[in-house]
């Protein structure tokens, strides 16, 4: 493995910030701003390794437009009643893994830490991300994010974005 | 019997309707365990998978009785088997995978083998090694099985029983319940996926909430908020002849316009601040003859059989302990499903489930009680929603097959424990 062209660096940057941003809308319950970060046409998937390793499709949450994460906003902040609780994300480094023009497919590995009421944090769900992304433009976007978790037992239910 | 004068009846005799529930049992380690020994390896029948989850020879699932791991299995007869997950040497866990494909059973300790009835096959060293140890010489092969449980299935759908007195599976639950099997189970079934929700309450509280039509329209809002109007509000609630059992369903209207009906399956919109912005996720078909849009089967003491619109699948309770349980929700569809059949299914999976718009309110539901009710050792519920008897209703505005679920739970397990 040579050094990566400047090219390759860059699209590995925009990647990792992208995510990063995604972590961080998502942490600090900047939520109306979430779907802004994919394409209009895009899809959001979270399914667990349980399922995928199978070949099964069967998602926990799977959205195919921007119209669909929006929606799933407002009914978390309109609609569904839960828990109090917040996330903090960790997430380990962004591999990209291919390249085809402007679009990227990258990994990335995560964990969710979930903090509730009571004041204890917990281990919620990890995983990892596999995106592809659009790095054309001045902000990148995700044409789709899948993310994938080995945490199948998931803790009551699951109302923010993974 | 008209509302003024359910009414009456209750003014006139308040201590007699309505059903009390001491909240110590969701609490109270005693009740947990009578329930394993009463309920979940007493005359009961319990829910451990579809036939779907084993299609081929040697198939095999890692599941649970109440509490106890068991083992669902496929011989090569095509018969599917239940066995206790625990090996009669010293037991061990046979089976360490949560699901798979096997000639055999075997534990890893000592290499104990069993066939996919559980009928013990080989042991290693039996006779020794080089004229040294061995088993005993009237050591009998045949009285050291894994512990096998009577297994029946209803159109796919695998019961199992610890009981050997308790009733044929059909009997226990009853034409209504099998009917509805029957209805959702019309054809080959294929598994679309698992979810796994980990709730930190009572099993019970669960068992409550899913007899229970009178919490749908006030603690789900997701179609209210988004102004989704339901032309399936309307409903009954039956029970089985013994009231173990709950069968709540709702029937869609009847509807002018064909072509909308086919887009948005039966949702309406009326004018909200809040609109979806993607409707897609609404997309159905109507694929019941019956124009059954909903139900909710909630078989004793495990199951729920469910339909909500297109999305099929079956939830199982998995009991952790007094204040902890597993639901265990496998969506399926038909082996007939076309390509767009099962796009709708998947989309429509966002609706139930942990992560389900219409559905995660459950969960909290559940622990909101829990929480509250802990080291409660006198107080009790108030259930008289509907008049307060274990009755059927034809319409939603009842609570009367939790009432049936208690009376049965009272005549099982009780709501006086002795003292250990």
């Known amino acids: 493995m040579g050094l990566p062209t400047l090219e390759q660096m860059q699209f590995q ?10 972590a961080e809308l998502i942490d600090d319950d900047r939520l109306e701003e979430w779907p802004n970060l994919f394409e209009e046409k895009c899809q959001y998937s979270v399914i667990s390794a349980e399922n995928h390793n199978r070949s099964l499709n069967l998602a926990a949450v799977f959205c195919d437009s921007r119209g669909m994460l929006v929606d799933r906003i407002v ?23 291919s390249t085809s023009g402007q679009i990227v497919t990258t990994q990335t590995n995560y964990v969710v830490l979930m903090t509730r009421n009571d004041g204890q944090t917990s281990i919620y769900n990890s995983g ?13 976007r995700f044409l789709s994010k899948t993310a994938i978790f080995d945490t199948h037992l998931i803790d009551t239910m699951m109302v923010r974005p993974i | ?35 394993q020994e009463k309920i979940f390896k007493g005359d009961c029948w319990s829910f451990v998978g579809l036939e779907a989850e084993v299609p081929k020879a040697g198939d095999f699932k890692s599941t649970f009785v109440g509490e106890t791991p068991v083992i669902l299995t496929r011989d090569s007869d095509g018969s599917v088997h239940v066995v206790v997950n625990r090996c009669a040497h010293r037991g061990a866990l046979v089976c360490r995978e949560m699901r798979g494909n096997r000639s055999s059973l075997e534990c890893v300790y000592h290499q104990w083998a069993y ?15 080089k004229g040294q140890g061995g088993m005993p010489g009237d050591f009998d092969m045949s009285q050291h099985n894994l512990r096998q449980l009577r297994t029946e299935s ?12 308790v009733e044929s599976c059909r009997d226990f639950l009853g034409p209504i319940v099998v009917e509805q099997i029957e209805r959702i189970m019309c054809k080959p079934v294929t598994v679309l996926g698992d979810q796994r929700q980990r709730i930190r309450g009572n099993w019970k509280l669960y068992a409550e909430n899913t007899r229970d039509p009178y919490h749908a329209s006030l603690l789900h809002l997701f179609h209210n908020t988004f102004g989704l109007y339901r032309s399936t509000q309307t ?10 059992h709950s069968l709540l369903y709702s029937i869609a209207a009847s509807n002018d316009d064909a072509a909308d009906k086919q887009a948005y399956g039966d949702s309406r919109t009326f004018d909200t601040e809040f609109k979806l912005q993607d409707m897609s996720l609404l997309k159905g078909r109507q694929e019941f003859a019956d124009n059954v849009t909903l139900v909710i089967l909630a078989v004793y003491p495990n199951l729920v059989l469910q339909q909500i619109q297109n999305t099929l699948a079956v939830r199982q309770t998995v009991t952790y302990g007094p204040d902890e349980f597993e639901l265990v929700w496998t969506h399926f569809g038909y082996q007939d499903d076309d390509e767009e059949m099962q796009a709708i299914r998947l989309k429509q999976a966002n609706l139930i489930g942990p992560a389900g718009l219409i559905s995660m309110e459950d969960g909290e539901a559940v622990e909101i009680v829990q929480n509250a009710i802990v080291g409660e050792a006198s107080a009790t519920s108030y259930i008289a929603m509907g008049g307060g ?32």
């Not at chain 1, 940057?13 to 995604?22: C, E, R, V």
């Not at chain 1, 990892?128 to 990148?140: E, F, L, N, P, T």
């Open chain 1, 13 to 22: 940057h925009a990647a990792a910030q992208l995510n990063a941003l995604h």
């Open chain 1, 75 to 97: 009914s978390l902040r309109r609609a569904n009643i839960f828990p109090a609780h917040s996330y903090r994300h960790i997430l380990g480094p962004t591999r990209v893994k």
């Open chain 1, 128 to 140: 990892k991300y596999v995106d592809q992304i659009d790095v054309s433009g001045a902000g990148s």
């Open chain 2, 1 to 35: 019997m008209s509302i003024a004068q359910q009414q009456d009846t209750l003014d006139q005799a308040p201590s007699t309707a309505g059903c009390r529930v001491p909240y110590r049992v969701f609490t109270d380690r005693q009740y947990y365990d009578r329930e």
């Open chain 2, 115 to 129: 066939d996919l009835k559980g009928n013990l096959i080989g042991v290693p060293f039996r006779r020794g090694l």
């Open chain 2, 154 to 165: 209803v159109n796919g759908l695998v019961f199992a029983s610890f009981s050997e007195t």
């Open chain 2, 235 to 244: 409903g009954k609630a039956l029970m089985d002849a013994n009231k173990r």
């Open chain 2, 389 to 420: 008897r274990a009755e059927d209703a034809d319409h939603l505005v009842t609570e009367g097959a939790i009432i049936g679920f208690w009376d049965n739970y009272r005549e099982m397990v009780g709501f006086e424990v002795e003292p250990a």
